[in-house]
Every structure is written in structure tokens, then in C-alpha cells.
């Protein structure tokens, strides 16, 4: 069993940065996407961004211009630069990798970042 473990959360204040990483515990093959999703308390889990094995990006209207989501395929990592750090950008950050086809769907155990106002 695949174990992704998520790093680089923390106490930041508005305006800050973050930097969260995502490391797989072994070699994942055929990876089709990478990503980050988020989940504030009462609200539903939602996808921050992803990208895909050719590089192709997604970002959610609300962290565009404000995040960069950026992978090392060698190394099975998958990172999320959070610049302009908001207090509604406070939430579980969540990593995510999908094979293709849906042949497997991996998550983190996420980290917690809190933007104090």
C-alpha cells in the first residue's frame, strides 16, 4: 500500500507563504494526476489544484495567481507554493494521486495551514 505523507504546514500570517510538499512512501507507476485538495471545518473538500503527468496545471478560481502547483516525477513528489497567504485560505490541505483510469486513488493524511488575520 502506497502511503503519501504531506509536509510544510503551519501557523502563517496573512500575506505569508507556504510551501507543502508530498512525498510518496514507493515508486508510483502510471500516474495520471497529482494534486492538492483542501477542507475547512463544515465545508465540503475541494480541490485546490492539479496537474497532470504532461504537466498540465488546474487551479481553483480562488488560489489562481496565488498558488503553483509544481511535480517531480522522478521522485514522486508533488509540491504546492502558497504565496498571499488569506484567512480563508485556512483548511486540512490534502494530497492526492490518481492513476489512470481510475486504477488507483491515493491520499494523504493532510496538514493543516492556518492564515491568522
Known amino acids: 500500500q502506497v502511503q503519501l505523507v504531506e509536509s510544510g504546514g503551519g501557523l502563517v500570517q496573512a500575506g505569508g507563504s507556504l510551501r507543502l510538499s508530498c512525498v510518496a512512501s514507493?515508486?508510483?507507476?502510471?500516474?495520471?494526476?497529482m494534486g492538492w485538495y483542501r477542507q475547512a471545518p463544515g465545508e465540503q473538500r475541494e480541490l485546490v489544484a492539479d496537474?497532470?503527468?504532461?504537466?498540465?496545471?488546474n487551479y481553483a478560481d480562488s488560489v489562481k495567481g496565488r498558488f503553483i502547483i509544481s511535480r517531480d516525477n522522478t521522485k514522486n513528489t508533488v509540491y504546492l507554493q502558497m504565496n498571499s497567504l488569506k484567512p480563508e485560505d485556512t483548511a486540512v490541505y490534502y494530497c492526492?494521486?490518481?492513476?489512470?483510469?481510475?486504477?488507483?486513488?491515493?491520499w494523504g493524511q493532510g496538514t493543516q495551514v492556518t492564515v491568522s488575520s
Open positions: 492526492s494521486v490518481r492513476g489512470y483510469r481510475s486504477a488507483y486513488d491515493y
Open positions: 514507493r515508486r508510483i507507476f502510471n500516474i495520471n494526476t
Open positions: 496537474i497532470t503527468s504532461g504537466g498540465s496545471t
